[in-house]
Antibody
């Protein structure tokens, strides 16, 4: 059974830092790209960051670029998100999500097929 | 950036009703459109990918259609467990995918 379990959320002051972790099990973690998606309280979903299976390709949303760093340790089946210079608008539940792609008609169709339960990050003084 | 809109933002329906939710992209995204269901306090769950492909394990009362800029999620006969918020997501500009604002389906 595929499982993704986030941890590391909590209350932090503006300008502070936090490191989120996502422990994966039930699948070959090193074969999949992984993502972080967040959801502010009462709001919709926002893609945050993506990392390829071997960490060769890393992408960020403009809203977090230069402040957040995504990484992974395939030996530990773990995904991380280092969040620095946190702002009130970063307050959200952060989900890790496994990325899958189906190929047909010479096109790749990407989607998030498994999600963790989320960890809440609150940025407040 | 590709913007996604959904309509309606919320709807009230009864068990057994046929429900249709619309998602529109600000530019053509071919069939690069996914649908997720989210219940309160839970993670999103994939329902439909590539506009019309049903994810394994998802009941067949869920279906998706559309291409280009206009897409539809249909629930053929609403069940009690279907009351939730539904989000569309464009994957045309992966990895910079964007989600729609959501459509909340509640009990009439």
């Amino acid at each position: 059974e595929v499982q993704l379990v986030e941890s590391g959320g909590g209350l932090v002051k503006p300008g502070g830092s936090l490191r989120l972790s996502c422990a994966a099990s039930g699948f070959t973690f090193s074969s999949y790209s992984m993502n972080w998606v967040r959801q502010a309280p009462g709001k919709g979903l926002e893609w945050v960051s993506s990392i390829s299976s071997s960490s060769s390709y890393i992408y960020y949303a403009d809203s977090v670029k230069g402040r957040f760093t995504i990484s992974r340790d395939n030996a530990k089946n773990s995904l991380y998100l280092q969040m620095n210079s946190l702002r009130a608008e970063d307050t959200a539940v952060y989900y890790c999500a496994r990325e899958w792609v189906d190929y047909y008609d010479s096109s790749g169709y990407y989607y998030f097929d498994y999600w963790g339960q989320g960890t809440l990050v609150t940025v407040s003084s | 950036d590709i913007q996604m809109t959904q309509s309606p933002s919320s709807l009230s329906a009864s068990v057994g009703d046929r429900v249709t939710i619309t998602c529109r992209a600000s530019q053509s995204i071919s069939s690069y459109l996914n649908w997720y269901q989210q219940k309160p306090g839970k993670a999103p769950k994939l329902l439909i990918y590539a506009a019309s492909s049903l994810q394994s394990g998802v009941p067949s009362r869920f279906s998706g259609s559309g291409s280009g800029t206009d897409f539809t999620l249909t629930i053929s006969s609403l069940q009690p467990e279907d009351f939730a918020t539904y989000y569309c997501q464009q994957s045309y500009s992966t990895p910079d995918s964007t989600f729609g604002p959501g459509t909340k389906v509640d009990i009439k």
